[in-house]
T-cell receptor, first 114, second 113 residues
Framework: NAGVMQNPRHLVRRRGQEARLRCSPMKGHSHVYWYRQLPEEGLKFMVYLQKENIIDESGMPKERFSAEFPKEGPSILRIQQVVRGDSAAYFC????????????FGQGTRLTVV | AQSVTQLDSQVPVFEEAPVELRCNYSSSVSVYLFWYVQYPNQGLQLLLKYLSGSTLVKGINGFEAEFNKSQTSFHLRKPSVHISDTAEYFCAVKAGGSYIPTFGRGTSLIVHP
């Protein structure tokens, strides 16, 4: 049973370009979370999705950021018109659902904006 | 609202010494608590979790944690650390039936030979 798969592991974008981060959850998991990690700041929640639905996007900036989890295929976190401040590690996690289940994390995508 | 405070940003310790990493949570309702470890350039891996029952929880790699409801704490302990335990440790909470874990800022455990 493969774990949570994120790609790419490293992504370099110039300011103003778009970044697309992909996350394939563990088999059987229908819940996906996206977190952003900055040095000395821990993990900041961005968005929580179930298949075809955004459940909670309270941690995601209103502009330039969007997320989806289609019926088929991976979850996508999209950042439009990237700026230097978007440079961070972005982690995806999945769970089978339920408040008493843990989240399983991918290895992250490290985005660098130059 | 749920929140987690990890009081120590960095904990240096010598190999084979005991260690305690502190975690306090803020919630007035029932909670589920988790400790994760992150090695450099890796994702987070679950060490242990408290859902209910015994307040002393044992996890992988010799770690354990104790849930203390009156102190709203969930401190992580290991009686004898190894160099390989050097990593970032995160405490997380889900409160009141929330499906979204909230993480602390992390504690960097540095084990010296």
């Amino acid at each position: 049973n493969a774990g949570v798969m994120q790609n790419p592991r490293h992504l370099v974008r110039r300011r103003g370009q778009e970044a697309r981060l992909r996350c394939s959850p563990m088999k059987g998991h229908s819940h996906v979370y996206w977190y952003r990690q900055l040095p000395e700041e821990g993990l900041k929640f961005m968005v929580y999705l179930q298949k075809e639905n955004i459940i909670d996007e309270s941690g995601m900036p209103k502009e330039r950021f969007s997320a989806e989890f289609p019926k088929e295929g991976p979850s996508i976190l999209r950042i439009q018109q990237v700026v230097r401040g978007d440079s961070a590690a972005y982690f995806c996690a999945s769970s089978p659902g339920g408040a008493d289940t843990e989240a399983f994390f991918g290895q992250g995508t490290r985005l660098t904006v130059v | 609202a749920q929140s987690v405070t990890q009081l120590d940003s960095q904990v240096p310790v010598f190999e084979e010494a005991p260690v305690e990493l502190r975690c306090n949570y803020s919630s007035s309702v029932s909670v589920y608590l988790f400790w994760y470890v992150q090695y450099p350039n890796q994702g987070l891996q679950l060490l242990l979790k408290y859902l209910s029952g015994s307040t002393l929880v044992k996890g992988i790699n010799g770690f354990e944690a104790e849930f203390n409801k009156s102190q709203t704490s969930f401190h992580l302990r290991k009686p004898s650390v190894h160099i390989s335990d050097t990593a970032e440790y995160f405490c997380a909470v889900k409160a009141g039936g929330s499906y979204i874990p909230t993480f602390g800022r992390g504690t960097s455990l540095i084990v010296h030979p």
